[in-house]
């Protein structure tokens, strides 16, 4: 299975709040986030781990290429983008074709949960297998329309549903078509490459997770904590 992880954003909610770390930098339980993605990757039998990083961040840059330095799955992307979207379109570009589990850099749920999820992707069938939780704690969610067997019918700002995006997204080569589309189009963020995952036709399922959590503020440092410890 080969992973990315879209880490180039700026976190400056983080920075605004006194966190003076890179996001992907900022630890959770004495691991840094983004060493613990990779961590659990690996676990995970990992092919190839691509991760792109803005160059505002020299920090975040030269722990991962000493993390090269030994672990050589890690192909590392350095470029600032516009948007989380543009972001995977730069990872698309290297990526191959095939399946693969895109996340957020500041993602956190239960390992064991994503082990189960990689497990059911890599004999999936569908399109797309899109992890969602029904713990909201986010200023602006993207609800999940579905059906009863969970297939996703719909990705809305405005229109509660029991479901919201929990920032992973196992995907095969079927959305580069598409991720092209969006960028040859202007679109940005990454809800709006969903939406056109759905209006292109392809066939997205819905993954429930126990909780998924985003770190966005330095409360959430804590919230993740506790969490993962339970």
């Known amino acids: 299975m080969r992973f990315a992880i879209l880490a180039a954003g700026e976190g400056s909610r983080l920075a605004q709040e006194g966190i003076a770390l890179p996001k992907p930098m900022v630890k959770v339980n004495s691991e840094a986030m983004i060493d613990r993605l ?62 693969f589990c895109l996340t957020t850099v500041d993602t956190i749920f239960r390992e064991e949960e994503f082990r189960q999820y990689i497990g059911t992707w890599e004999h999936s069938t569908e399109d797309g297998l899109m992890a969602v939780t029904d713990y909201i704690d986010d200023e602006k969610p993207l609800y999940i329309a579905t059906d009863e067997e969970l297939n996703i019918t719909g990705f809305l700002d405005h229109d509660p549903q029991r479901y919201i995006s929990g920032g992973i997204y196992a995907l095969d080569e079927k959305s580069f078509a598409v991720i092209d589309k969006c960028i040859e189009e202007g679109q940005s963020r990454m809800r709006n490459f969903q939406r056109q995952l759905v209006k292109e036709g392809l066939h997205l399922k819905a993954y429930p997770f126990s909780k998924i959590l985003d770190v966005d503020h330095a409360s959430d440092v804590e919230k993740a904590e506790a969490f993962l410890k339970l």
Do not use: W
């Not at 991962?64 to 330095?69: A, P």
């Not at 030994?70 to 992307?77: E, V, W």
């Open 38 to 99: 990779i961590r659990i990757f690996n676990e995970c039998g990992a092919e190839s781990i691509h991760i792109i990083t803005n160059n505002l961040t020299p920090l975040t840059q030269q722990h991962l290429r000493h993390l090269q330095e030994t672990d050589p799955k890690i192909q590392l992307i350095v470029k600032t983008t516009p948007s989380s979207m543009h972001s995977f379109y730069e990872l698309r570009q290297v990526m191959g074709d095939g399946k």
